[in-house]
């Protein structure tokens, strides 16, 4: 039986879907930019170059998030430092964005005024971080998957029902030249809002295994999603003119169904805005880390931010964060190479006695058979 502070890897898979599915994704607009712009077969392999890396790279994050040092563990104490300077602000940034993409959306979909959306989801978010980890855990694990089913079904039902040979409309700026580029900088993106949840997650899994079940699970079925959201915008073209290309899927599939769409992009803003929360106070030192007053005090900070316009907060953040977290990427994988030996110290440390065995000329100092090396 599973302790009470443990987390099963399934359910931890789905707290890491949540944390990716956010409002850019849940609405389609992450997935034109960044893959249906290069078109079908690049931006397929694009989607599957993202999810590779952040897979990998939240393995072996989760893996030995737990012994502690966070960015300066991973990338050395220089950039560790300047990441780890970075991450608070960075992440209140794309929590301001992603209050203001609530109440964009709560606008665009119902008529209501878009302060009512910014407020009523400052409200859930911190109502979910002071109830604590555990249970924001067993949230976002549950919502997770249901988000991420919701977007491939409408992927699923685009394929089922084949091309609409409707016309390409215009499509915005690539953010990079190759969908290579974009796909890192995707994953960077990624990662670096990840890893101050993946940090706090790791010490209520069982072990370093079911950490790597997780984080692979759960960036799994990330990436199915991703794909089948792409190749059901390169059949039905026609719902990229849409603000919210996700929710012009769903209509042009099930028109009965469009109204659910709306109250699904809330979901995936909250599973992402929730975790960025926790990651905020998690950085403030000392005391502050657990202060409710604390997590207050930085949540209405952002929702007096999230007034500012929605658009320019994303084109001003997402670019600079994912190539933060392509540095946090490589210092991750990195570390993970075996080191290299060093010739000056030559020999290994005898397990008995604590001496070091050093080569002299002629003379090896690996024992042969029958041969017993003196003490």
């Not at 249901?146 to 609409?164: D, M």
């Not at 706090?200 to 997780?214: F, H, I, T, V």
């Not at 900070?301 to 946090?328: D, E, M």
Request: proline share 9%; aromatic share 8%; net charge positive.
């Amino acid at each position: 039986m599973r302790p009470k502070n443990h987390t099963g890897p399934a359910a931890a898979a789905g707290a890491v879907v949540a944390c990716l599915i956010g409002a850019g994704f849940a609405s389609g607009q992450e997935v034109l930019q960044f893959f249906t712009v290069y078109g079908p077969v690049r931006g397929l392999c694009g989607a599957a170059l993202a999810c590779a890396l952040l897979g990998g790279a939240a393995a072996a994050m989760l893996s030995d998030a737990g012994q502690g040092g966070g960015f300066t563990r991973w990338c050395g104490p220089r950039l560790g430092r300047l990441l780890g300077w970075a991450s608070p602000a960075v992440l209140f940034g794309v929590y301001t964005v992603m209050l203001a993409g609530a109440g964009a959306l709560l606008q665009s979909g119902f008529g209501l005024p878009a302060a009512a959306g910014r407020a009523g989801m400052c409200a859930a978010v911190l109502v979910t971080v002071l109830a604590g980890l555990g249970r924001m855990t067993d949230i976002l694990g549950r919502a997770g998957p249901l988000i991420a089913a919701f977007v491939a079904a409408a992927g699923v039902g685009t394929l089922l029902r084949g091309p609409t040979g409707q016309p390409l409309p215009a499509l915005p700026a690539p953010p990079a030249r190759s969908w290579w580029a974009a796909a890192l900088v995707y994953a960077g993106y990624n990662l670096y809002l990840l890893a101050p949840f993946l940090q706090a997650l790791a010490g209520r899994l069982p072990g370093r295994k079911p950490a790597r079940r997780a984080a692979w699970l759960g960036c799994g079925i990330f990436g199915a999603a991703l794909a089948l959201l792409h190749l059901a915008f390169c059949l039905a073209p026609e719902s990229l003119a849409d603000p919210a290309p996700t929710v012009a899927l769903v209509r042009g599939l099930w028109p009965w169904a469009a109204a659910a769409a709306v109250p699904v992009l809330l979901a995936g803003v909250y599973t992402t805005a929730a975790p960025l929360l926790f990651g905020i106070c998690g950085a403030l030192p000392g005391r502050l880390a657990r202060s409710r007053t604390a997590v207050l005090a930085v949540g209405l900070a952002g929702l007096a931010g999230s007034a500012l316009p929605f658009g320019r907060l994303v084109g001003a953040l997402y670019p600079a964060i994912g190539w933060l977290g392509l540095i946090l990427a490589a210092g991750v994988l990195l570390r993970r190479l075996p080191p290299k030996a060093s010739p000056a110290r030559g020999g290994a440390r005898n397990a008995g006695g604590g001496v070091h065995c050093r080569p002299a000329p002629q003379v090896s100092c690996k024992p042969r058979q029958g041969l017993t090396p003196h003490p």
